[in-house]
């Protein structure tokens, strides 16, 4: 069975009511737009601060006028308060925070988005053979990352092993109801915690979609703590470009340029979230399956699918498969995909699939 909404054409997503939690926990990797030299593009953009991190928004094509920005800023920032509401694990009155202090064992009572949010991500985990773990984030947070980080001397192998024996796919169930009544979630484990932080992102941006498609509008760019929805072209008639960075920690440098029309894109990566302990390097992305910090000198993954949601979820797999399992994985969903992996040099060594989109080479220099 393909994953839900892989098959989503525009008059679908238009009709999306599905909204995601963005979370201060999250890496975010800054994805540039890319304009190109000569007359100035005429778009609306807006742009804010919302839980932790940044959003984006581009407008293009007829009726750019005043009364449009304030009806976008609207939607937008009612969508933002909503996924806030819902899926958050940093304000207690969130569904993911009520239902991660719930000890019981009888079905707990959510709204639809967050029933089929994670539901894929239940699938996505048994797509990737564990690579994808909503369930981790106890673990996440041991060692050092996230909400609830903990400080202090890395969790040793028995604890790692207690921390395992309550995550998996299999020991949350969704229950689904209709549009009015939501859906449910049930613990098989009362001690399971769940955390959306790895695939609320590009949710957020496909949410915001959703609504500017409400508006009637077909050409925007979204962008969310770094992921993105591109509908459309730009005013000039092209795609839009997006410009990923290099994955260095202390300056920001354009590697590529990509074009998008009605996609989603998102990079993960440790470049933003990691310290070293004892000379290691102790990332915040960690494998699910073996509840240790990925070792695999993945330093990030990019990913291209018709919705944001995907790209994010699968980005985040694809860093802890590494590149020969992680591409083979997105080529089996027909994702376009690469990945950068680190050198003995200080490089990085590049893999892409063949549904990535061509990129083109920037001239711009690094920025400190």
């Known amino acids: 069975m393909p ?17 995601f939690v963005l979370l201060s926990a999250f890496t975010i990797h800054r994805l540039f737009f890319a304009t190109p030299p000569g007359p100035a593009v005429d778009e609306l953009v807006l742009s804010g601060d919302t839980m932790g991190t940044t959003w984006e928004v581009r407008i293009a094509g007829p009726g750019l006028d005043e009364a ?27 569904e993911v925070s009520r239902f991660n202090a719930d000890r019981g064992s009888e079905p707990f009572d959510v709204s639809s988005p967050t029933a089929e949010l994670v539901a894929f991500s239940i699938e996505l985990c048994k797509w990737s053979g564990g690579a994808f773990d909503i369930t981790v984030a106890p673990l996440v947070a041991r060692w050092g990352f996230g909400h609830g980080a903990q400080v202090g001397a890395p969790p040793s192998e028995a604890e790692i092993e207690d921390y395992l024996d309550h995550t998996g796919a299999e020991i949350i169930h969704v229950g689904r109801g209709n549009p009015t009544r939501g859906g449910f979630l049930l613990k098989a484990d009362p001690e399971v ?9 590009g949710y957020a941006a496909d949410h915001v979609a959703g609504g500017l498609y409400e508006l009637e509008r077909e050409d925007f760019l979204v962008e969310i703590g770094g ?10 008639g092209k ?14 440098k354009i590697r590529q340029i990509v074009e998008l029309s009605d996609q989603g894109l ?21 494998d699910p399956r073996t509840g240790r910090p990925i070792a695999n000198g993945m330093a990030s993954a990019t990913v291209v699918a018709p919705t944001a949601t995907q790209a994010d979820g699968f980005a985040t797999a694809l860093m802890v498969l590494g590149p020969e399992q992680g591409l083979a994985l997105a080529e089996q969903w027909k994702l376009g995909a690469m990945t950068l992996r680190r050198t003995a040099d200080g490089g990085f060594e590049e893999a892409r699939n063949g549904l990535y989109p061509e990129p083109i080479t920037p001239e ?4 400190p």
């Open 3 to 19: 994953p839900p909404g892989l098959e989503l054409d525009r008059k679908t997503l238009r009709a999306m009511a599905i909204a």
């Open 266 to 286: 998102a990079t993960s990566g440790d470049y933003r979230a990691f310290y070293v302990e004892d000379g290691e390097r102790i990332s915040h992305t960690i």
């Open 68 to 94: 449009l920005r304030a009806r976008a800023q609207d939607v937008i920032e009612t969508r933002l308060a909503e996924i806030d509401l819902w899926f958050s694990t940093w304000r207690p009155d969130s």
């Open 239 to 252: 795609p839009w470009r997006v410009a990923i960075e290099e994955p260095f920690e202390d300056l920001r």
């Open 364 to 367: 711009e220099p690094a920025r």
């Open 193 to 201: 915690e769940i955390d959306l932080s790895a695939i609320a992102p």
């Open 227 to 236: 992921e993105l929805y591109a509908a459309g072209h730009r005013s000039d």
